[in-house]
């Protein structure tokens, strides 16, 4: 893994650096340090930096509540990494009285679409390559005004393997609430989106907004209404950088049931 660290030398007051292996393996490689005056080599001690111990926090969520379309998934959680940490998820608990779905996601927001006047506001935000989302799903922020029918979401982005001008549309029943999710269905053969370049919507209703979410899933519970199901992560194994938002989301019916989320999160400080 990539080591970021530095070594004083006494003997010539320099800084000399600390890097991987240079074969590429795993391993830490440090460049011998010799004291010339004293003709010996020079003692190397490694240690974490003052203040850079881990701080640990919980993202907990217990109460009654229903889904707002019958299973379609809900957030109740949301947190955001603070600048100048990485997280590392640690562990994931869940717990949902009926037979229901649940999910640990990082979330990139991608802009948001007026449906009174077909205005679209870019957020800037994207996927660097090779990374891309498979999972893209418009958020009704304000809910649309009622009809019958549906409102169809078009959406021109940029695909997985970096080819622009691809097409794909979201259908928003007419009547939608708040915090209701509808999914991106992408042009035949895409796998998923690195960036959104246009949205736009027909017909334009006298009330309505959504969001456009890129969705990473991190974890994935089946609860079956008995047990906690919990997930327990090798350290360092599901990393996000500073300023990642993460998400805890439940797909269930419509009528209120005990929801029980417990995901532990370790932070620690960037390396600079």
Do not use: C
């Not at 217990?62 to 990485?86: C, D, I, Q």
């Not at 169809?152 to 708040?178: D, F, H, M, Q, W």
Request: aromatic residues 8%; proline residues 4%.
């Amino acid at each position: 893994m990539p080591v970021k660290s530095y070594i004083t030398d006494p003997a010539t007051d320099k800084i000399a650096g600390v890097s991987d292996n240079l074969d590429g393996s795993n391993r830490l490689h440090v460049d011998a340090l010799f004291d010339t005056a004293k003709q010996q080599p020079i003692p190397v001690t490694f240690g974490l930096a003052t203040g850079a111990l881990p701080k640990m926090l919980t993202l907990g969520y217990n109460a009654s509540l229903g889904a707002v379309v019958a299973s379609v998934y809900r957030r109740v959680y949301t947190y955001a990494v603070p600048t100048g940490y990485n997280g590392y998820l640690i562990r994931y608990t869940s717990y949902q009285n009926e037979t229901a779905q649940s999910r640990i996601v990082s979330e990139v927001n991608l802009g948001t679409l007026s449906i009174i006047t077909n205005t679209f506001v870019a957020s800037g935000n994207s996927y660097a390559y090779p990374q891309w989302s498979g999972l893209i799903q418009a958020e009704v922020t304000t809910g649309l005004s009622a009809g019958v029918g549906n409102v169809v979401v078009t959406v021109t982005y940029t695909n997985e393997a970096s080819i622009s001008a691809r097409t794909g549309t979201i259908t928003i029943p007419k009547g939608s609430l708040a915090e209701s999710r509808w999914d991106l269905v992408l042009q035949a053969g895409d796998l998923g989106l690195q960036s959104i370049q246009t949205v736009s919507v027909t017909p334009t209703l006298a009330a309505g907004a959504i969001k456009l979410l890129g969705l990473l899933q991190l974890g994935y519970h089946e609860d079956g209404g008995t047990t906690a199901l919990e997930t327990l992560y090798a350290p360092g194994a599901t990393t996000f950088p500073t300023g990642t938002t993460l998400g805890i989301e439940f797909q269930g019916a419509l009528v209120a049931k005990i929801r029980r989320f417990d995901v532990l999160v370790q932070l620690l400080k960037e390396m600079t």
